[in-house]
């Protein structure tokens, strides 16, 4: 199983990024996705997720309105559109898969099965 973040990098605030997730090694359609990020010092926090689908998509409150997530399940990918980068957007994102779409539990990164190894955000301010 792989999982590969790429696309992070330096950013001005109000600035973009686009950042991917490209898996291998499992049914990515059998999967949700999720990006999670981990700032240093702090734990790993929730951004977004995506239904097996596209169809259904959950955001933190704080990349709401900002961010968008989308996957391709022809490629097996999973994308982070983020918009109106702010400082406190710095951090490493993961992406991850899960099985299950339960909005009570995608939040918590101890329910997914698979992680990717991190692309470094920096946005200055």
């Known amino acids: 199983v792989q999982l590969q973040a790429s696309g992070g990098g330096l950013v001005q605030a109000g600035g973009s990024l686009r950042l991917s997730c490209t898996t291998s090694?499992?049914?990515?359609?059998?999967?949700?996705m999720g990006w999670f990020r981990q700032a240093p010092g702090k734990e790993r926090q929730f951004v977004s997720a995506?239904?097996?689908?596209?169809?259904?998509?959950h955001y933190s409150d704080s990349v709401k309105g900002r961010f968008t997530i989308s996957r391709d399940n022809a490629k097996n990918t999973v994308t982070l559109e983020m918009n109106s980068l702010k400082p406190e957007d710095t951090a490493v994102y993961y992406c991850?898969?899960?099985?299950?779409?339960?909005?009570?539990?995608?939040?918590?990164?101890?329910?997914?099965?698979?992680w990717g190894q991190g692309t470094q955000v920096t946005v200055s301010s």
């Open positions: 991850a898969a899960d099985t299950r779409w339960d909005y009570g539990e995608m939040e918590y990164p101890s329910n997914y099965d698979y």
């Open positions: 090694g499992f049914i990515f359609d059998n999967y949700i």
């Open positions: 995506v239904n097996w689908y596209g169809d259904k998509k």
